[in-house]
């Protein structure tokens, strides 16, 4: 399994200034693929060895840069949910975090076509064919396996409900009914679950950050 700190290391570091090249010039350039991913029919990521990633879905393409894609924030509605650590991403399949990067791009810039935004995703160029209606759930079934790993600090009824309120959408007083509980039971389930996922991860950073401070010798 080549992971995401490897690929980092086999790829040279993209030069954008402003905006990165679009689909149809990466397509068209003599640059090598380094790697490249079918992710079913209709998908497939590739990173090119000057550090662009090329991603496709169906008739619907977005290029970003590799080494941009850091830390992930996981948002649901206006809620921010928690903040994934670039660390968690490190040692997972390369492609994982590049997924949920292109998923979000090609999110952004359907809303662009829709007239709900003015700008595009980091104003960025990007060259893209007509937007099919079907939106895919890939970039979903990714994040609910990344989610998995975060969420085993938490309690049985932590999991579930964040889970439910942040991946399937249920509000907080369906979920009270679900768990004949109050509704402000739910949200303080809620509340403390994430300052317990911030918490771990958190502590792990700090933990991480120590441990190089101390190694080094100046």
């Known amino acids: 399994m ?27 350039s003599d640059i090598p693929i380094a790697v490249k991913e079918t992710l079913g029919e209709q998908a497939e990521i590739s990173v090119y060895q000057n550090g662009l990633v090329l991603y496709r879905v169906g008739n619907r393409a977005t290029v970003f840069p590799l080494h941009t894609c850091t830390e992930y924030i996981y948002e649901s509605g206006e809620e921010i949910f928690a903040n994934i650590n ?15 990067e292109g998923e979000d791009r090609l999110a952004k810039n359907q809303e662009v076509r829709n007239g709900k935004k003015t700008i595009s995703y980091s104003a960025v160029a990007e060259d893209w064919d007509v937007l099919g209606e079907e939106d895919t759930t890939l970039a979903g ?9 975060a969420l085993l600090p938490l309690t049985e009824n932590q999991r579930y ?28 389930m809620i509340r403390k679950a994430i300052r ?4 771990v991860y958190g502590e792990g950073n700090q933990s991480e950050k120590t441990a190089k401070d101390e190694g080094r010798t100046d």
């Open 196 to 199: 317990k996922v911030q918490k």
């Open 2 to 28: 080549l992971t995401l700190r490897e690929l980092r290391n086999m790829v040279e570091v993209a030069e954008v200034e402003g905006r990165v090249p679009s689909v149809k010039a990466l397509l068209e």
């Open 161 to 188: 409900v964040l889970k439910r309120h942040y991946l399937d959408g249920i509000t907080q007083r369906i979920i009270a009914k679900e768990l004949g509980v109050s509704n402000q039971a739910v949200s303080d």
């Open 141 to 149: 079934m990714i994040l609910c396996e990344t989610m998995e790993e």
């Open 86 to 100: 670039e660390r968690f991403f490190d040692n997972e399949n390369w492609y994982i975090r590049l997924i949920l």
